[in-house]
């Protein structure tokens, strides 16, 4: 092993750079999280959408499309929606979406594993072609998936996966609410029941935890389940550059060479005089 190569720090360098992109200038930065039909027991089908939220990372103001709201827009009872209706409300929904991030062409896109066709931008964008309506790529160099950012930080031990899967047990871990918040079986089971109320304000309470995660992860105080040395990895700069970003760490070795610095001076004093 050569203690002086670290692989696991050049993966979190890579992590601070991407981490960086995305805080260098909140006001440009959007949080989005949003909420669908089960992608497992949909036969197949592209999951319709039923609530994306969006965040401004700077001021924290969100921006929010859900068929609920447009039900009541539209005069219908939104817990009791035909297919049809579903459709034209869904179409309307996503159409306003679209609008929203074509009125922010530079702007970056934090998101929680929106990366395929069964969830994320590519789903959406399926959605508005089957309805008809007129999809908006947003340019990967723009999407920034934060999960992989924690992996690079923290390794992919950053969170277990059970009971809730890593986005609520990683709120638990750091003590961030999670009210309203449900596991994705439960968003399933909401959306059979057409409980869209209860489905949109899930994803306002996530869109707010990712938020208050990465605002930690750039205060360098959000708890994982990794180790230290699993995060800086087992070489002398890996060791050396967790005494430099743990404060406690750095203050007792400096406080530790301070001493040793005394005793030498006390111990050489006889023979230079």
Same mark, same amino acid.
């Given at each position: 092993?050569?203690?002086f190569?670290?692989?696991r720090? %050049?993966?979190?360098?890579?992590? !601070?750079?991407?981490?960086?992109?995305v805080?260098?200038d909140k006001?440009?930065? =959007?949080?989005?999280h949003y909420?669908?039909?089960?992608f497992i027991?949909?036969?197949?089908?592209t999951?319709?959408?039923?609530s994306?939220?969006i965040v401004?990372?700077?001021?924290?103001? %969100?921006?929010?499309?859900s068929i609920?709201?447009?039900a009541q =827009?539209a005069?219908l009872? =939104?817990?009791?929606l035909t297919q049809i209706?579903?459709? #034209?409300?869904e179409l309307?929904?996503l159409?306003e979406?679209t609008?929203?991030v074509?009125a922010?062409p530079?702007?970056?896109?934090?998101h929680?594993?929106m &990366? $395929?066709?069964n +969830? *994320?931008f590519l789903?959406?964008?399926?959605?508005?072609?089957?309805l008809? *309506?007129?999809?908006?790529a947003?340019?990967?160099d723009?999407? =920034?998936?934060f999960?992989?950012? !924690?992996?690079?930080?923290?390794?992919d031990d950053?969170? #277990?996966?059970?009971?809730?899967? &890593?986005?609520?047990?990683l709120?638990?871990?750091?003590?961030i609410?999670t @009210?309203?918040?449900?596991?994705?079986?439960?968003e399933?089971?909401?959306? $059979?029941?057409?409980e +869209?109320?209860?489905l949109?304000?899930?994803?306002?309470?996530? @869109?707010?935890?990712?938020q @208050?995660?990465?605002?930690?992860?750039?205060s360098?105080?959000?708890?994982?389940?990794a180790?230290?040395t699993? #995060?800086?990895g087992?070489?002398?700069?890996?060791t050396l550059t967790?005494?430099?970003e743990?404060p406690?760490?750095?203050?007792?070795?400096?406080?530790?060479? +301070?001493?040793?610095n005394l005793? @030498?001076?006390?111990? /050489?004093e006889?023979? /230079?005089?």
């Amino acid at each position: 092993m050569n203690i002086f190569n670290s692989p696991r720090l %050049t993966k979190r360098r890579h992590g !601070l750079d991407q981490l960086s992109q995305v805080t260098r200038d909140k006001s440009k930065s =959007f949080v989005i999280h949003y909420s669908c039909e089960s992608f497992i027991t949909n036969h197949g089908r592209t999951p319709r959408v039923t609530s994306i939220c969006i965040v401004n990372l700077m001021t924290s103001q %969100t921006n929010s499309f859900s068929i609920h709201l447009q039900a009541q =827009f539209a005069g219908l009872d =939104f817990n009791n929606l035909t297919q049809i209706e579903y459709d #034209v409300l869904e179409l309307s929904m996503l159409t306003e979406f679209t609008n929203f991030v074509m009125a922010h062409p530079t702007a970056k896109w934090i998101h929680w594993n929106m &990366r $395929d066709s069964n +969830y *994320g931008f590519l789903a959406i964008n399926n959605r508005l072609r089957i309805l008809n *309506g007129q999809p908006y790529a947003i340019p990967d160099d723009l999407k =920034f998936d934060f999960p992989r950012i !924690l992996q690079l930080l923290y390794t992919d031990d950053y969170e #277990v996966n059970r009971p809730k899967g &890593r986005l609520l047990n990683l709120a638990d871990r750091n003590n961030i609410t999670t @009210v309203n918040a449900m596991t994705g079986q439960e968003e399933a089971d909401a959306f $059979d029941n057409k409980e +869209y109320l209860k489905l949109h304000m899930s994803t306002l309470r996530k @869109v707010d935890v990712i938020q @208050v995660i990465i605002n930690k992860t750039e205060s360098n105080e959000l708890k994982v389940n990794a180790s230290q040395t699993q #995060v800086y990895g087992l070489t002398l700069t890996g060791t050396l550059t967790m005494i430099k970003e743990t404060p406690w760490l750095l203050l007792v070795f400096t406080a530790i060479g +301070y001493a040793l610095n005394l005793l @030498v001076e006390h111990l /050489i004093e006889p023979y /230079i005089k």
